[in-house]
């Protein structure tokens, strides 16, 4: 088989599973199902993935990376980096808001995923960190923000939202009215901001 053909099988076996995923959850697809779906055989899917788990977590890191794709989009445009930073988090929490609202069965995917640490997980917070150190060290470099470790205040800003970008915690707390996600974008952006102490 041709590496562009074993890559087509791949994409389009991740692909039927999140469609699946989408349908009737992650938990009660099996690879016979995603097998079926493809006219193939499970064990022709198993020679792409080695267990149901590795599809799972492929269908996540390509939901995972569409994420990243838009808060990296945000990052790149021109402006003061306290307003990509407001848009950044405000993305995130509508993204995960919505896939909660409409794809309730990939939704736990998500949860789950945070849940039990998977390493797709910690690989997307390091993307997002990344891209928020990115757009704390433009303030920084700029004076918008004070001097200091953008790294750092990145991990912190990250967790500061954690509510807004985490799916079980965005769920727990939709019933508390406050902190609201504008309410903490402004409380972290007054600990960046120059002046502050």
């Known amino acids: 088989m041709s590496a562009h053909k074993e890559v087509d099988t791949h994409l389009n076996i991740v692909e039927v599973a999140e469609r699946l995923f989408r349908q009737i959850g992650f938990q009660k697809t099996t690879v016979a199902d995603i097998a079926r779906e493809l006219q193939m055989s ?15 977590e492929a269908v996540g890191r390509r939901i995972l990376r569409e ?53 797709i997980m910690r690989e997307h917070f390091d993307a997002m960190d990344k891209t928020l150190a990115q757009i704390i060290g433009q303030g920084m470099a700029g004076g918008e923000f004070r001097p200091g470790d953008a790294g750092l205040a990145a991990i912190l800003v990250r967790s500061a939202c954690i509510r807004f970008c985490h799916p079980r915690l965005m769920v727990e707390c939709a019933q508390d009215p406050e902190p609201t996600v504008d309410q903490m974008i402004d409380f972290c952006l007054a600990a960046l ?5």
Do not use: C
């Open 42 to 56: 499970p064990a022709n899917v198993y020679r792409f993935f080695a267990a149901k788990a590795e599809i799972n």
């Open 67 to 119: 994420i990243e794709d838009s808060v990296g989009e945000i990052a790149r445009l021109p402006g003061p980096a306290s307003k990509k930073l407001r848009n950044v988090i405000v993305s995130i929490e509508k993204l995960n808001a919505q896939r909660f609202m409409s794809d309730r069965k990939l939704h736990e995917l998500f949860e789950t995923a945070y849940d039990e640490n998977w390493p």
């Open 193 to 197: 901001k120059v002046g502050s102490a």
